[in-house]
């Protein structure tokens, strides 16, 4: 597997795929077995050129319950396939590297959430998507980064709970009445943007219009012109006349932006910083991999896939 005999007469001398041919291979592949394939805007530049569709966590969980194909093969976290096994559990979704996980989902606990609600009887919880099956079958409501205010405008109560992003859940605050209770969750990554470097770019390209992610350190969304989710950003990039970017989130974005606007030039604050392993884990030669395997595949018992349906059902159909 994933080995090419140098010379079909010789059997046994064997080489492992180069890029290309991994290439060419996942292609086969995947038209062979007709699958989705779906991938995030952080994923790396190989895996974005071989999906069907590239989004954020909202689009991909939309594409993932509307689509038609049995198969699915998800480029991203594992929690985001979890959304599409929850959402479409006829359909087989594939997690090319199972250890792909999210930091800040690991964050909140079913317990921990139960212990929460007990505080603030009566309560509503929006789950931000970043969240395991098992804490949105405790939620009320699930969120993306692009609804988040949306949804908890939505939500029939003065008071939420809001789970797991602390950073996300003060921007929410910032942009409506509600009261928002936060969990003292965070991104990894985003936090590692540092509000230092972010003076100094501002500093070195005046012109530029910095971009960045509601899971940034309030202090970074502080010295932000616009915040947006990652769709957000690329959706503001496309149409804006500015041709310098300061960009606030995962550096994977960047291949999307350039195919998008590659008279633009676009500058990350804290560089390497801004990269997110667990994004980064899957590969093209783990989905190739996964491709022939048709495996992992991600599975929900039923008795949390039904309760974490419903959060998610009421999210999609507030869009
Ligand atoms: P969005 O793509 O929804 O903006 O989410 C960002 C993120 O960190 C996903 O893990
Ligand atoms: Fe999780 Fe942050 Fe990585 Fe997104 S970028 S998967 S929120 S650790």
Sequence with gaps: MLTLTADPSTPTETRPLDQSELVAEAKRLKAETRALVLAHLYQRPEIQDLADFVGDSLGLSQQAAATDNDLIFFCGVHFMAESAAVLSPQKTVILPEPKAGCPMADMVTPEGLREMKAKYPGVPVVAYVNTSAAVKAESDICCTSRNAVKV????????????????????????????????????????????????????????????????????????????????????????????????????????????????????????????????????????????????????????????????????????
Excluded at 185 to 205: V, Y
Excluded at 234 to 259: D, N, Y
Excluded at 265 to 275: C, K, L, R
Excluded at 282 to 305: C, N, Q
């Design 152 to 319: 908890v405008e939505s939500v029939d109560a003065d008071s939420v709970i809001f789970i797991p992003d602390r950073n996300l859940a003060a921007y929410v605050q910032s942009k409506t009445k509600k009261k928002v209770i936060p969990w003292p969750g965070f991104c990894p990554t985003h936090n590692r943007i540092k509000s230092q470097d972010l003076t100094r770019m501002k500093e070195a390209h005046p012109e530029a219009i910095v971009l960045v992610h509601p899971e940034t350190d309030q202090a970074i969304m502080a010295q932000a012109d616009q915040i947006f989710s990652t769709e957000g950003m690329r959706r503001f990039v496309r149409e804006s006349p500015a041709k310098e970017f300061i960009i606030g989130t995962e550096m994977g974005i960047l291949h999307a932006l350039q195919r998008d606007r590659p008279d633009a030039s676009f500058y990350f604050p804290s560089g390497d910083e801004q990269i997110c392993p667990n994004m980064k884990s899957t590969t093209l030669r783990k989905l190739v991999l996964a491709m022939e395997r048709r495996g992992p595949v991600v599975t929900v018992p039923e008795d949390i896939r039904l309760k974490a349906k419903r959060a998610l059902d009421r999210m999609i159909a507030i869009q």
